[in-house]
């Protein structure tokens, strides 16, 4: 049995036969912008063909044949995020605010989770999680690269840590694996992957993982839940069986629009098809948990000991931590002792005798504390060459064009390379 023919059990002929067509055609493009490091107005003053995302703020969808975002020195400074505009879609139905702590259950690559703290001004406390180790090492360093300041970056398994955490989020996105047949016009491997067995396989961990999510919901809490599937067993079938389950949970009805589709038995929830909304596809359920929402007090770790450092940042008012031979800058604190942690929201540097200050912080602050360097030398910093200065020793933050590219430091005229080496290529 193959997708088309799968998916007979809840769509009508005509629709299947439309979303074949869609399936065919070229995949969509789109970015998020980062609006503490570029305003809407100066991004369309340099690239005036992109189109506005319909609903998601400081959101557009683009040309690749015209814009190669990909390659453009914005993206290495984290002015902006590459993301399918259907998938940005979540955090915008979720819409978390700057008063919750977040979960993003499978994060990885992170898009949801930028999503999110773009809505939420960069404050707050949001959990990225995903069980994949290496997948949340990328993560970290797209979170890093965005310059995002109230994320928490973990690799853990909550089948044995979320008794740790129960009733302790605001806001989940669960985000599930799942056999990801909206993906088949941007990997043919997924196409050549997809089986009935692996929808079936998918069912089972999405449940599973829905269960973990709700326990560690709020009561009065909302819970996104998503796929990259059009199959209706993984998407109006979990959240139906999950309902049945748990007959408490309110389901929350998404707004109106005819790009969205909507099936009988589950009318809430939307499937964002390409042959309606301009993008890959997704599914969105929206559920609350009964109770009423207990509000988060705003807890800030002090530290003494580098207060030149945190006033020299603007860092004050945060929570500056040191967690395992680290030193980071959160938000609000958050008691992440039962997690397996890649960052703490904002590195600032390791604790060691030789200082050396994090790229992270480079990306955090504004570019009123930088050093702006001309063109030629922003193509020697970012190719990993030194080059000469009059600047006295010490470290500073080189910016060009008002975007911070990251640190040097200057030692008897010639400023140093600090530029993350994975990062470093030739500028034309």
Not at 21 to 48: C, G, Y
Not at 158 to 165: C, G, R, T
Not at 367 to 396: C, Q, R, W
Request: one cysteine or more.
């Amino acid at each position: 049995m193959n997708l088309a023919e799968s998916l007979g059990n809840y769509l009508p002929k005509e629709e299947i036969s439309s979303l074949e067509k869609a399936l065919t055609a070229p995949a969509v493009h789109a970015l998020l912008l980062n609006p503490e490091k570029i305003s809407d107005e100066e991004f369309l003053r340099r690239f005036p063909h992109v189109k506005k995302h319909p609903f998601v703020s400081h959101a557009y969808l683009y040309d690749k044949a015209e814009y190669e975002f990909g390659q453009n020195l914005l993206y290495d400074d984290g002015a902006y995020s590459i993301q399918d505009p259907s998938a940005m879609m979540v955090p915008y139905f979720l819409n978390p605010t700057s008063d919750d702590i977040v979960l993003d259950m499978c994060a990885a690559p992170g898009g949801k989770t930028i999503g999110a703290s773009v809505l939420m001004d960069n404050k707050g406390t949001i959990i990225a999680n995903d069980i994949s180790y290496p997948r949340a090492k990328d993560m970290s360093q797209n979170i890093e690269r965005m310059g995002r300041g109230d994320i928490i970056v973990t690799s853990t398994d909550f089948v044995f840590a979320y008794v740790n955490f129960l009733n302790a989020f605001d806001k989940v996105i669960l985000d599930a694996p799942c056999s990801g047949s909206a993906m088949f016009r941007k990997n043919e491997e997924a196409e050549r992957d997809w089986n009935p067995s692996k929808v079936k396989s998918c069912v089972k961990r999405q449940l599973e993982l829905l269960e973990l999510s709700y326990a560690m919901l709020k009561e009065g809490g909302t819970l996104a839940y998503s796929t990259c599937s059009f199959s209706y067993e993984e998407d109006d079938g979990v959240i139906l069986a999950f309902k049945a389950a748990h007959p408490e949970i309110e389901l929350v009805s998404l707004p109106e629009d005819p790009s969205f589709y909507r099936t009988k038995e589950l009318p809430e929830a939307v499937h964002l098809f390409p042959d309606h909304f301009e993008g890959e596809g997704q599914f969105v359920c929206l559920f609350k948990k009964p109770g009423v929402l207990s509000r988060n007090s705003h807890e800030v770790v002090a530290n003494s000991q580098y207060k030149d450092f945190i006033a020299q940042y603007g860092l004050e008012g945060r929570s500056n931590e040191i967690l395992r031979g680290k030193f980071y800058s959160l938000y609000q604190h958050f008691d992440a002792s039962h997690l397996n942690i890649l960052r703490y929201g904002v590195k600032l540097f390791e604790v060691r005798e030789i200082f050396i200050p994090d790229h992270h912080l480079s990306h955090f602050v504004s570019s009123e504390n930088s050093i702006a360097i001309s063109e030629k030398e922003m193509k020697a910093y970012i190719h990993g060459d030194t080059f000469p200065t009059v600047l006295s020793d010490g470290f500073y933050i080189v910016s060009y064009d008002q975007q911070n590219l990251g640190f040097i430091k200057v030692t008897q005229g010639v400023a140093k390379n600090h530029y993350p080496k994975g990062l470093r290529r030739e500028i034309k």
